[in-house]
């Protein structure tokens, strides 16, 4: 695969992901992806390019914004098939061999764009356990409940599975978020398709 190929290969699926998000992208954002100083077979004029786009984008915004489209593209491949995905391989190694702004694209970890709900989940999960230990305080105060006379019915506690409970109820935590991320980014896709076919 050629150096053009590959970026050409790379800048059409973000361009595809971000018609399937009916997110909009100028000429000069997708020129941007293209830009080089060391190749001009695929960056003619890097400094004007450059010069063009600064006067009119913030660069943070630009790369968070391709960042996620290049990464939500890739997952859309890996659902399309080993083919495909070994077809991005090959077109970022190609790329790897010089130096070419839409690698630094790639290689951003794409910002969350539910920073807020996430803290939010937290903090809510934070409050009901912080809660409930109030309210068991509470009880214990109130009707001067005492747990030593049901110790003896009791196992002692074991640390270690103790542990095992703790790191599952997290991992359990974290992969319903993650999941119910992925599910919120799929019917989002599903609605962006469905109202690209009535237009």
Same mark, same amino acid.
């Given at each position: 695969?050629?150096?053009?190929?590959?970026?050409?290969?790379?800048?059409?699926?973000?361009?595809?992901?971000?018609?399937?998000?009916?997110?909009?992208?100028?000429?000069?954002?997708?020129?941007?992806?293209?830009?080089?100083?060391?190749?001009?077979?695929?960056?003619?004029?890097?400094?004007?390019?450059?010069?063009?786009?600064?006067?009119?984008?913030?660069?943070?915004?630009?790369? +968070?914004?391709?960042? *996620? /489209?290049?990464?939500?593209? @890739?997952?859309? &491949?890996?659902?399309?098939?080993?083919?495909?995905? $070994?077809?991005?391989?090959?077109?970022?190694?190609?790329?790897?061999?010089?130096?070419?702004?839409?690698?630094?694209?790639?290689?951003?970890?794409?910002?969350?764009?539910?920073?807020?709900?996430?803290?939010?989940?937290?903090?809510?999960?934070?409050?009901?356990?912080?809660?409930?230990?109030?309210?068991?305080?509470?009880?214990?105060?109130?009707?001067?409940?005492?747990?030593?006379?049901?110790?003896?019915?009791?196992? +002692?506690?074991?640390? *270690? /599975?103790?542990?095992?409970? @703790?790191?599952? &109820?997290?991992?359990?935590?974290?992969?319903?978020? $993650?999941?119910?991320?992925?599910?919120?980014?799929?019917?989002?896709?599903?609605?962006?398709?469905?109202?690209?076919?009535?237009?």
């Amino acid at each position: 695969m050629k150096t053009k190929e590959a970026k050409d290969f790379l800048v059409q699926e973000a361009i595809e992901q971000a018609a399937r998000e009916n997110i909009r992208l100028s000429d000069i954002e997708k020129k941007m992806m293209y830009f080089t100083e060391s190749d001009a077979s695929t960056c003619e004029n890097p400094v004007e390019l450059n010069d063009e786009f600064e006067a009119q984008y913030d660069t943070p915004e630009y790369e +968070a914004k391709i960042s *996620r /489209l290049l990464h939500r593209a @890739f997952e859309r &491949l890996k659902g399309e098939g080993p083919q495909r995905v $070994r077809q991005w391989n090959l077109a970022i190694r190609t790329l790897r061999r010089g130096d070419h702004y839409i690698l630094v694209l790639w290689d951003t970890k794409p910002p969350t764009e539910h920073s807020v709900r996430e803290t939010l989940r937290l903090l809510g999960a934070g409050m009901l356990i912080a809660a409930g230990i109030f309210m068991v305080i509470i009880f214990q105060t109130k009707y001067s409940f005492s747990f030593d006379r049901y110790r003896k019915y009791l196992p +002692a506690p074991n640390p *270690r /599975l103790a542990l095992v409970l @703790f790191v599952g &109820l997290f991992v359990l935590v974290l992969g319903g978020s $993650r999941l119910f991320d992925r599910l919120l980014l799929f019917w989002a896709e599903r609605r962006a398709k469905q109202g690209k076919n009535f237009e």
